[in-house]
């Protein structure tokens, strides 16, 4: 195979190399400075993300999955408390709350956004918990009371916000945003009238910079966003071992700051970060013209108050394990995001969920797989990808399914 004609799921070398003059300034500078853990180089870069997410407030810590827990902690919620999040994310969400001290509980996503199903959420705070006497939250499930939602703006869209806050609203809940894969998404706020960016309507919100979210580190880093001054002071402490000033702790924290080389180049891929979600959001549309008359796919579904930023561009297919090895032997790279849901995983045993819990989750986790999405995708590419996506669709065995099931189940029994 002529590996020239290669098409990489995803490519971190080229947007480097043309920023390459720019990022090498930012060692420079940081050996020049010795300003190597905060400092001036955070600072900027913090106040310029705030601006990006139209929020008051950005704190840089070492990862996204610092900034949810961090997030989750700053909220209030307390050890033992129940947080509601989705099956269908990376283990980080539930990983976050868990180190928090809470109890994570799943409700089922929507099988077109992938994202928490509000109708579902309301099934589940209806029926699933009860009040007490003094008016809290308890969910039957754990008998622990419920204080907290993560919803998952999976893929690079965000979930109905104004209906995930007014079920907080109505039963008393803290929203925390999951905006790990969101950088810049926007939705549409029928309550608001105008467009709000993810990271700016839950009460905080954290973000990844992993190398390869849209905007990402040459390293591991990550932020929260909120508009409360008292959350954003709580997070800074948390970030730096509960100190507000050296040697003096009011709080025991983390060692959880962000570095300064980090902070360094994020803050100038921040500057290009609109055109990358931008020429994301047209290969997104040119992969929806290329695969429209494919009628064994199900391709992305954005609803008109969802300005998506397609971190991943996710199609369904029967045949999934067929179709990505297909794409493997013609050198076309692919993933998987995600092949086993949270509550089949062995990790989260203890939480006694079963096989037949979160059908559309089970459903995707058999069927979802990830084409190649980057802002550097040319068109000729793209053609190539959907053209082998319909050799392989002519040609191959209607379904898998069954089978593929199969090994959900055979993943939930590995010891």
């Not at 945003?177 to 706020?189: I, N, R, T």
């Not at 980090?262 to 290969?283: C, S, Y």
Request: with cysteine.
């Amino acid at each position: 195979m002529n590996t020239s004609n290669n098409i990489p799921f995803i490519d971190l070398v080229t947007p480097h190399i043309e920023l390459e003059q720019e990022l090498t300034g930012v060692f420079r500078r940081a050996l020049q400075t010795a300003d190597f853990v905060g400092g001036p180089m955070v600072k900027d870069f913090e106040e310029a993300f705030a601006t990006f997410c139209d929020t008051n407030h950005s704190i840089a810590v070492s990862s996204g999955t610092d900034a949810l827990r961090f997030a989750i902690a700053a909220c209030g919620v307390k050890s033992g408390d129940v947080v509601l999040t989705v099956p269908h994310t990376f283990i980080a969400t539930t990983e976050a709350i868990s180190q928090a001290g809470a109890i994570p509980e799943f409700i089922d996503i929507d099988e077109h956004t992938y994202n928490i199903s509000v109708e579902m959420l309301q099934q589940y705070l209806e029926e699933q918990c009860t009040r007490t006497r003094s008016g809290k939250l308890v969910s039957l499930r754990s008998g622990r009371p419920v204080t907290a939602i993560v919803p998952v703006h999976l893929y690079g869209q965000m979930a109905d916000m104004d209906s995930i806050l007014r079920l907080a609203e109505r039963y008393s809940l803290t929203v925390i945003e999951d905006a790990c894969q969101a950088h810049g998404a926007e939705y549409f706020s029928k309550n608001l009238n105008r467009w709000m960016k993810a990271g700016s309507m839950g009460r905080a919100a954290a973000f990844s910079f992993y190398p390869g979210k849209n905007l990402g580190a040459c390293g591991e880093a990550g932020a929260i966003t909120t508009n409360d001054a008292d959350i954003a002071k709580k997070i800074k402490m948390l970030r730096d071992h509960g100190q507000t000033t050296k040697y003096y702790h009011e709080i025991e924290g983390y060692n959880g700051r962000a570095d300064a080389i980090q902070a360094g180049l994020l803050h100038i891929k921040l500057v290009h970060l609109a055109k990358w979600n931008a020429q994301r959001r047209e290969r997104a549309e040119e992969y929806n013209r290329l695969l429209a008359t494919n009628d064994v796919l199900t391709l992305p579904h954005e609803p008109s108050w969802s300005r998506a930023v397609y971190h991943l561009y996710v199609i369904r297919t029967k045949d999934r394990g067929g179709m990505m090895n297909h794409l493997k032997n013609v050198g076309i790279g692919t993933g998987i995001h995600y092949p086993v849901p949270l509550h089949l995983q062995k990790a989260y045993v203890s939480l006694n969920y079963c096989l037949e819990d979160f059908p559309v989750t089970r459903k995707a986790a058999r069927e979802i797989l990830s084409l190649p999405m980057f802002p550097q995708l040319t068109a000729d590419k793209q053609a190539r990808v959907a053209q082998e996506i319909q050799i392989f669709s002519s040609t191959a065995p209607l379904s898998r399914a069954e089978n593929e099931d199969n090994l959900l189940v055979a993943a939930d029994r590995v010891a």
